[in-house]
């Protein structure tokens, strides 16, 4: 279901390794990896997706608006987030060289198909 939109994004993208659609509770609901022997999208989604709750509840406690999207830039890692509703979000997973705007471009362009689907 939402595999096909994943997998789009993923294999559109310079350094692209996988990409997921998650709750902020840590429960996946579809995932596609391309190189499952670089990352663990599953686990790194996981552990990621307890900060990216935080950063949610500190937008709104700022009074911020809504969180959009939110990156994390690590040395063998960058993940992409975006937000899909107050609850669920999608995560690609891109190798450091990875093309990070372009990234961004495709995940803009999937969301109202992904959250269509939820």
Known sequence: MFAETLKKVVDNVDGGLGAIIMGLDGIAVDSYTR????????????????????????????????????????????????????????AVALAPEGNFGKCRYLMRLAVPQLTAQL
């Not at 950063?55 to 608006?65: D, F, I, N, P, R």
């Open 35 to 90: 190189h499952a022997d670089r990352v663990d999208i599953m686990t790194v989604a996981m552990e990621f997706s307890f900060i990216l709750g935080q950063a949610v509840k500190a937008s709104e406690t700022l009074k911020l608006g809504g969180v959009d999207e939110f990156s994390i830039r690590a040395e063998r890692l960058v993940l992409v987030t975006r937000m899909l509703s107050p609850q669920y979000f999608v």
